[in-house]
Each structure stands twice: as structure tokens, then as C-alpha cells.
């Protein structure tokens, strides 16, 4: 049975909701609970906000009080807008009708995706934004951008040395901008606009949140994370280092240390992939994560999200390149899982082997991330500049 765009969000919609239901049921009968206890925190802190007090009189609460109002519609709402954007994506870049269909599936239908939104994570929000700047990205629509504050090396060079296109009539060359090959003129008209644009809506939203909730905003929604030294397990390769030193305050320069290897490797997938965005996006989102210091579940929803709008361009062979990469990437998590399960439940010093398997949770995310993009079709959705757009375009076809 065919099964079209309707069909397609009504049944996710079902889903979700039977898992909503479903996460009461084990909440109250299983060892393990469904419910993300990131949701309790999210829960209380937006019920300080409506009587009127500070979110950050709930302990543990360290994001921004705009996530607060956001809480309610995320179990699914939040959810089918981002398999909604990735169609609107796609269609814009000329994917037929079916392939769309199929990529908003891997989304909508991905065990990740659906399972970690309904536990009350409030990452489908963070999804939804990033493809929505997208969005407004191939349009031309940079205040909306503005508005989500995505002041980010990558899209600045996309953003400040491209021209906004209002024809739409064409499914390719309606988004096309122009790109400047030319690395040393950097500070254009465009991009210290674009520079002065962000900061300013960066520092009225950091202005309002201190006047509202003084230093206890600042420190628990941005400086907590800079320094942030979290002894819990979890699959980030410093971890263990961690646990094993929680107890003596680390410096500044040792809890800043960590940020070089991810630094780095942003900075080599910046330079080198930065006209096609959504794959740039990818890459730097797994790279980013696989490097952090604190690595969870939920943290790879942010990467499934923009993953559907890579597979037209993939010249990977699905049935047996892409079932090895999932069978690898799976098998080194469940790997980790396993361990984790003896320390966190069975109470056995197993510390030495979970880190052992976070060390080969990156080697395979190393290894999958390297055979994505050895397998990815280049597709710029900036060209060469004027003189050499023509040029440019051959070599693209």
C-alpha cells in the first residue's frame, strides 16, 4: 500500500501518543523508568515560572528559561514539525515527492527519535530550530535566523557572502547564492552586519534573562557549561578521568583542555564543507558530540534530524554499506549499555570496562562519520561567484 504524506504524520502522531501512554505504564511497573528525568526538571522549573519565580530554584536546571514555555507541546508536537521541515527542505533542493516521503520517515520512524522525544526530552525543540534556520536560509529569510540566534562561524560564511534570491519559480537555482572563493576579504558588508545582527540578539536575550534572574541565570544557563565536570557515566572518553579526580577542584585550564579536540576537528569540517550546508551541519554535529565531555542518548537526535536530508546525495549502498554502519554504531552502544547496566543497577565496579567501551563508542562514530563522508555526494547549495558561477555549475552537473 502506498502510503502518502497524510498518512504518513497521522500515523507517527498515533504512535507517539501510545508511547506517551505506554511510559506511564513502565514508570510505575519497571525497574527501569521511560520517563526521562530531564522532564521532571524541565516540569517543575516551567511551574516556578508560572507562579512567578525563578526556574533555577529547581536544582539541576541549567538551560535557557525560553526552553520553560516550550515544554508543553514537546512529547510530539515539536516532533512532526521537524519531519514537516526536512520535507520542506528537501523539496526546495528538488528531491521528488517519494524520496522526501522516505527521508521525513527515517525521522519520524527512527527508534531514537521517537523513543527519547516521548521520555520528555526537549531536544526535538533544538531540532526544529536548526532546520527551520535552515529553512529561512534557502529562502532568504536571515531575520529569521536572527531570531534563533544561530551566530555560527559556518552559516556566517554562508550567510554574509550570499545573495538572497526572491524568484522561486525554479526548484534549484531559486535558493543558489553566490559564494566568495576569495579568503581574504573577510570582513564584507554582509557578514558585519550579520555579526552585529546576532550580537545584538544574543546579548538582548542574555540582558533580559539577568535583569529578570541576576547571576543565577548566567551562571547555571551559560558559565556551568563552559567548566562543566560531570563524575556520572556517560559515553564521553573523559568520563572516567573525571570520576576518578571529581573530588579536588580541576583547574580552569584542565576543564577548558577538552574543547581542543573539538575545536579543532569543527574547524577542519568548517573549511572543508562549508557550501553544503546540511551536510556541514552533519558532520559537525556528530564530530561535536563524539568529543564532548558529557555524551548521552539524547544527544544523537540532534544529528538524526539533519541525517534525512543527506540520503539523496548518499552514494552509499543502503543494503549493505549503510546496514554495516548501523550494525557497528549500534553494536558499540549496546556494548557500552551493557556495562552501564552493571554499574547502574547491579552496583559492580565495572568502571574501567565502560570506559573502555566509551573509547570504542568513538572509534565507531570516527569510523561511521568517515564512511559518510567518503560516500557523500558534494552539493553546494552556495556556487562560485559571479565570474565563475558558469565554471562552477559544469563541474556540478
Known amino acids: 500500500m502506498r502510503c502518502d504524506f497524510n498518512s504518513l504524520v497521522i ?24 520517563t526521562d528525568v530531564d522532564y521532571l526538571v524541565f516540569s517543575d522549573a516551567s ?5 512567578g519565580l525563578s526556574p533555577y530554584k529547581r536544582s539541576t ?4 528559561p525560553l526552553l520553560a514555555f516550550l515544554l508543553l507541546p514537546n512529547s510530539f508536537i515539536h516532533h512532526i514539525l521537524v519531519g514537516l521541515f526536512i520535507r520542506n527542505i528537501l523539496k526546495l533542493r528538488g528531491v521528488p515527492e517519494n524520496l522526501c516521503l ?25 531540532c526544529a530550530i536548526v532546520l527551520w534556520i535552515i529553512i529561512c536560509i534557502m529562502n532568504g529569510f536571515y531575520v529569521g535566523v536572527m531570531t534563533f540566534l544561530c551566530c555560527s562561524p559556518f552559516i556566517s560564511n554562508h550567510l554574509c557572502t550570499s545573495s538572497c534570491s526572491s524568484s522561486k519559480s525554479t526548484q534549484h537555482s531559486s535558493w543558489f547564492k553566490t559564494f566568495s572563493p576569495n579568503l581574504g576579504d573577510l ?35 551559560l558559565l556551568y557549561h563552559l567548566t562543566r565536570t560531570d563524575p556520572r557515566h556517560n559515553f564521553s572518553i573523559y568520563f572516567y578521568h573525571i570520576y576518578l579526580h571529581h573530588e579536588r577542584e580541576f583547574s580552569i ?14 574547524l577542519v569540517l568548517i573549511f572543508r564543507y562549508a557550501q553544503d550546508l546540511p551536510f556541514c551541519l552533519f558532520v559537525q554535529t556528530v564530530a561535536f558530540v563524539a568529543f564532548n565531555k558529557v555524551v548521552t542518548a539524547q544527544y544523537f537526535v540532534w544529528f538524526f534530524c539533519l541525517l534525512p536530508l543527506l540520503l539523496p546525495w548518499s552514494n552509499k549502498n543502503i543494503r549493505w554499506e549503510g546496514l554495516s554502519c548501523i550494525l557497528i554504531w549500534m553494536g558499540a552502544q549496546l556494548h557500552w549499555l551493557m556495562w552501564g547496566y552493571m554499574l547502574e543497577f547491579k552496583g559492580k565496579n565495572v568502571f574501567v570496562q565502560l570506559w573502555v567501551a566509551g573509547l570504542l563508542f568513538l572509534a565507531a562514530n570516527t569510523w561511521v562519520l568517515i564512511k559518510i563522508m567518503c560516500r557523500h555526494k558534494f552539493s553546494p547549495i552556495f556556487i562560485a561567484s559571479q565570474k565563475t558561477s558558469v565554471k562552477s555549475a559544469r563541474k556540478l552537473q
Open 47 to 51: 511551574s516556578l515560572m508560572a507562579s
Open 102 to 126: 522516505i527521508s521525513m520517515g527515517a525521522w519520524l520512524f527512527n527508534p531514537f527519535t521517537f523513543t527519547i522525544g516521548t521520555r520528555g526530552n526537549c531536544e526535538p525543540i533544538v
Open 61 to 64: 536546571y541549567r538551560y535557557s
Open 187 to 221: 570582513l564584507t558588508r554582509e557578514r558585519i552586519l550579520f555579526g552585529l545582527l546576532s550580537a545584538s540578539v544574543f546579548f538582548f536575550w542574555t540582558w533580559l534573562f539577568f535583569y529578570l534572574y541576576q547571576w543565577e541565570f548566567l551562571n547555571e544557563a
Open 11 to 34: 500515523f507517527s502522531v498515533v504512535l507517539r501518543i501510545v508511547l506517551i501512554i505506554y511510559g506511564e505504564w513502565q514508570d510505575t511497573h519497571m525497574e527501569v523508568r521511560y
Open 253 to 266: 585550564l584542565e576543564k577548558l583542555v577538552s574543547f581542543l579536540p573539538q575545536l579543532t576537528v569543527q
